[in-house]
């Protein structure tokens, strides 16, 4: 079993669409959270983390992580086509970053 | 601050060869670390360093890679006769000592080998 699972997609919606993004994890002692976005051929950015339980809203983007299942998610409101990436889930794990496989999204106009 | 820098973006070369790639992080950071991205994968963890040391390696990192950061600042990531199973592009990234969750990531180098 991988340490964190994700939905590869690809997941086509329409602009102004709300995006729901999704990863699990394996291990309970993970704390830190991160979603990072990556368009093509470019390196990942870092869009927000979350420590242990509960949301964190940054503009159109919540994060929220269900520790209880082991469960992350990533919200974009208002979907522009600017947002078409790949979304990377990932976790911190001892000074190092375990990603998901990333889901790719298309936001069409 | 500019961010992290790597060099050259785009490596062909051909099977056997020796490549090496450089990366330069945010300034203030003593931590950089390398990964190491498929297509259709997520970016898997190869080594990473504080100030000079090495401090982990994975067990994906063969003999063939070698890493250094001399002087705390630049790293150089060396792979020594490459494989067609090396191509794949090789990130960068760095954060502070207390903030190691949070990883900034370079452009990322993309090595083809042929």
């Known amino acids: 079993q991988k340490e964190v699972e994700q939905d590869p997609g690809p997941l086509s919606v329409p602009e102004g669409a709300i995006v729901s993004l999704n990863c699990t994890y394996s291990?309970?002692?993970?704390?830190?959270f991160m979603w990072y976005r990556q368009y093509s051929r470019k390196g990942p950015e870092l869009l927000m983390y979350?420590?242990?339980?509960g949301n964190k809203e940054d503009g159109r983007f919540t994060a929220q992580v269900d520790k209880s299942s082991k469960y992350i998610s990533l919200f974009i409101r208002d979907s522009q086509p600017s947002d078409s990436a790949t979304y990377l889930c990932a976790v911190h794990n001892t000074d190092k970053l375990i990603f998901g496989t990333g889901t790719r999204l298309q936001v069409f106009p | 601050d500019t961010g992290v820098s790597q060099d050259p973006r785009h490596k062909i070369t051909k099977r056997g060869q020796n490549v090496t790639f450089r990366c330069d992080p945010i300034?203030?950071?003593?931590?950089l670390y390398w990964y190491r991205q498929t297509l259709g994968q997520g970016p898997e963890f190869l080594t990473y360093?504080?100030?000079?040391?090495?401090?982990?390696k994975s067990r994906l990192l063969s003999d063939r890679f070698s890493a250094e950061r001399p002087k705390g600042s630049f790293s150089t990531l060396e792979i020594q006769r490459t494989e067609q199973g090396d191509s794949a592009m090789y990130l960068c990234?760095?954060?502070?000592?207390?903030?190691?969750?949070?990883?900034?990531f370079g452009p990322g180098t993309r090595l083809t080998v042929l």
């Open positions: 291990n309970s002692a993970f704390q830190y």
């Open positions: 300034s203030e950071h003593n931590r």
């Open positions: 990234a760095s954060s502070s000592l207390q903030g190691s969750h949070t990883q900034y």
């Open positions: 979350t420590y242990s339980s």
């Open positions: 360093f504080q100030n000079e040391a090495q401090l982990e």
